[in-house]
Protein backbone atom coordinates (compact mmCIF):
# COMPACT_ATOMS: atom_id res chain seq x y z
CA UNK A 1 0.00 0.00 0.00
CA UNK A 2 1.41 3.20 -1.10
CA UNK A 3 0.22 5.09 2.03
CA UNK A 4 1.65 4.53 5.87
CA UNK A 5 0.67 6.05 8.70
CA UNK A 6 2.81 7.13 11.93
CA UNK A 7 2.07 8.29 15.14
CA UNK A 8 4.64 9.69 17.68
CA UNK A 9 4.33 9.15 21.67
CA UNK A 10 2.82 11.75 23.43
CA UNK A 11 1.22 14.12 20.20
CA UNK A 12 -2.20 14.54 18.89
CA UNK A 13 -0.67 14.50 15.53
CA UNK A 14 -1.17 11.74 12.98
CA UNK A 15 1.54 12.10 10.23
CA UNK A 16 0.13 9.98 6.82
CA UNK A 17 3.31 9.94 3.95
CA UNK A 18 1.61 9.08 0.24
CA UNK A 19 3.63 7.83 -2.76
CA UNK A 20 2.36 6.41 -6.17
CA UNK A 21 -0.90 5.21 -7.55
CA UNK A 22 -3.55 5.84 -4.65
CA UNK A 23 -6.98 5.58 -4.37
CA UNK A 24 -9.60 6.74 -2.04
CA UNK A 25 -10.63 3.16 -1.10
CA UNK A 26 -6.93 2.86 0.04
CA UNK A 27 -7.36 6.13 2.08
CA UNK A 28 -10.10 4.81 3.53
CA UNK A 29 -8.15 1.57 4.68
CA UNK A 30 -5.37 3.89 5.59
CA UNK A 31 -8.32 5.36 7.85
CA UNK A 32 -9.57 1.89 9.78
CA UNK A 33 -5.57 1.69 10.14
CA UNK A 34 -5.41 4.98 11.92
CA UNK A 35 -8.71 4.49 13.91
CA UNK A 36 -7.44 1.18 15.66
CA UNK A 37 -3.93 2.29 16.34
CA UNK A 38 -4.04 2.56 20.31
CA UNK A 39 -1.86 5.65 20.05
CA UNK A 40 -4.10 7.97 18.57
CA UNK A 41 -5.50 10.83 20.94
CA UNK A 42 -8.96 11.78 21.68
CA UNK A 43 -8.70 15.21 19.42
CA UNK A 44 -6.45 14.66 16.44
CA UNK A 45 -5.24 16.24 14.09
CA UNK A 46 -3.49 14.44 10.43
CA UNK A 47 -0.90 15.93 8.51
CA UNK A 48 -1.05 13.84 4.89
CA UNK A 49 2.50 14.06 2.82
CA UNK A 50 2.01 13.33 -0.89
CA UNK A 51 5.10 12.65 -3.08
CA UNK A 52 4.59 11.62 -6.50
CA UNK A 53 1.27 11.01 -6.29
CA UNK A 54 -0.60 9.00 -9.82
CA UNK A 55 -3.91 9.01 -8.25
CA UNK A 56 -7.76 10.55 -9.32
CA UNK A 57 -10.57 10.25 -6.89
CA UNK A 58 -13.14 7.82 -8.85
CA UNK A 59 -17.13 8.00 -8.43
CA UNK A 60 -16.70 4.03 -7.02
CA UNK A 61 -14.28 5.57 -4.04
CA UNK A 62 -17.07 7.62 -2.78
CA UNK A 63 -18.80 5.48 -0.57
CA UNK A 64 -15.54 3.96 1.09
CA UNK A 65 -14.57 7.12 1.45
CA UNK A 66 -17.53 8.66 3.27
CA UNK A 67 -17.97 6.13 5.63
CA UNK A 68 -13.60 6.46 6.38
CA UNK A 69 -14.88 10.63 6.76
CA UNK A 70 -17.68 9.42 9.42
CA UNK A 71 -15.47 7.58 11.48
CA UNK A 72 -12.35 9.79 11.61
CA UNK A 73 -14.75 12.45 12.53
CA UNK A 74 -16.75 10.54 15.12
CA UNK A 75 -13.34 9.66 16.74
CA UNK A 76 -12.94 12.82 17.12
CA UNK A 77 -10.48 14.55 14.23
CA UNK A 78 -10.17 18.28 14.16
CA UNK A 79 -8.82 18.88 11.10
CA UNK A 80 -6.69 17.05 8.26
CA UNK A 81 -4.15 19.08 6.33
CA UNK A 82 -2.32 17.75 2.80
CA UNK A 83 0.91 18.43 1.63
CA UNK A 84 1.56 17.94 -1.90
CA UNK A 85 5.25 17.55 -3.45
CA UNK A 86 3.84 18.17 -6.99
CA UNK A 87 1.12 19.46 -9.28
CA UNK A 88 -1.07 16.79 -9.65
CA UNK A 89 -0.77 15.38 -5.86
CA UNK A 90 -1.98 19.39 -5.85
CA UNK A 91 -5.20 19.46 -7.65
CA UNK A 92 -5.25 15.04 -6.37
CA UNK A 93 -5.74 16.71 -2.88
CA UNK A 94 -7.94 19.28 -3.59
CA UNK A 95 -10.30 17.30 -4.71
CA UNK A 96 -9.99 14.49 -1.87
CA UNK A 97 -10.45 17.97 0.59
CA UNK A 98 -13.48 19.00 -1.16
CA UNK A 99 -14.87 15.78 -0.25
CA UNK A 100 -14.14 15.58 3.02
CA UNK A 101 -15.74 19.32 3.93
CA UNK A 102 -19.04 17.81 2.06
CA UNK A 103 -18.55 14.84 5.02
CA UNK A 104 -17.77 17.83 7.57
CA UNK A 105 -14.22 17.31 7.84
CA UNK A 106 -12.27 20.23 7.54
CA UNK A 107 -9.17 19.70 5.45
CA UNK A 108 -6.93 22.28 3.27
CA UNK A 109 -4.16 21.64 0.82
CA UNK A 110 -0.82 22.89 1.05
CA UNK A 111 2.72 23.12 -0.43
CA UNK A 112 4.86 24.01 2.72
CA UNK A 113 5.04 21.71 5.77
CA UNK A 114 5.07 24.79 7.85
CA UNK A 115 2.10 26.44 6.98
CA UNK A 116 0.40 22.88 7.13
CA UNK A 117 1.28 22.53 10.59
CA UNK A 118 0.59 25.79 11.74
CA UNK A 119 -2.56 25.55 10.48
CA UNK A 120 -3.53 22.12 12.25
CA UNK A 121 -2.48 23.54 15.03
CA UNK A 122 -4.07 26.51 14.84
CA UNK A 123 -7.21 26.51 17.40
CA UNK A 124 -9.00 29.16 15.65
Known amino acids: MPLRHDIPIASDLVFVTGHGPITATEGASLARQVLADVRLAPEFGMLVRLGEVESEVRAQDA ?10 KARGLRRAAIVAADDHGFEFGREVAASARRFGLAMEVFRDDIEAVTWLLDDG
Do not use: T
Request: hydrophobic share 50%; charged share 30%; no cysteine.
Open 63 to 72: EPAKGAAADL
